[in-house]
């Protein structure tokens, strides 16, 4: 394959990774907010929907086409900037983990209670809280990465 198509694959996955992640985050966000029952179990399904059919392909294809270009450009792995964007981009998928068991948990609680007719239980709130906390580190290591995949700093 030609440089220039994994150099799309990449960039495509990246913005996948990076949309998909941001916008889910923006709507679940909102559909919390907004405090009707039914729109928050709605939104919670179609996020673990959407993290398992964009996120994690996404996720799995970056440092493979990352480290493909790498070797294609015969960079080293070891240059300051292709290290931090690893380091950064393990940072964003550290968060990333417990945000998907966190979403699956708050997908289930909210469905539970749409069905049974009843009030999110208090624990999806402390879930939300959670989520959103760890979405903080998640984003921001994101446009670190993006900075360093765009810019390849010289760092010394």
Known sequence: MEFAMIKWVHILSATILFGTGFGSAFY??????SQNL????????????????FTTPAVIIQPISGIWLVSITERSLYEPWVVL?????FIAGAC??????????????????LLAGTHLPPQYQQ?????????IPAFVAMMVV????VFKPVIV
Do not use: E
């Open 85 to 89: 964007a690893f380091v950064f981009y």
């Open 96 to 113: 990333w983990l417990p945000v998907v068991r966190l979403q699956i948990k708050m997908r289930n609680l909210s469905s539970q209670s």
């Open 38 to 53: 039914p729109v928050i179990a709605h939104t919670n399904k179609v996020v673990v929907f959407a993290d398992w059919i």
């Open 28 to 33: 679940k966000w909102c559909a919390d907010r």
């Open 127 to 135: 879930y939300a809280r959670q989520w959103f906390w760890l979405g």
């Open 146 to 149: 993006y900075y360093l995949m």
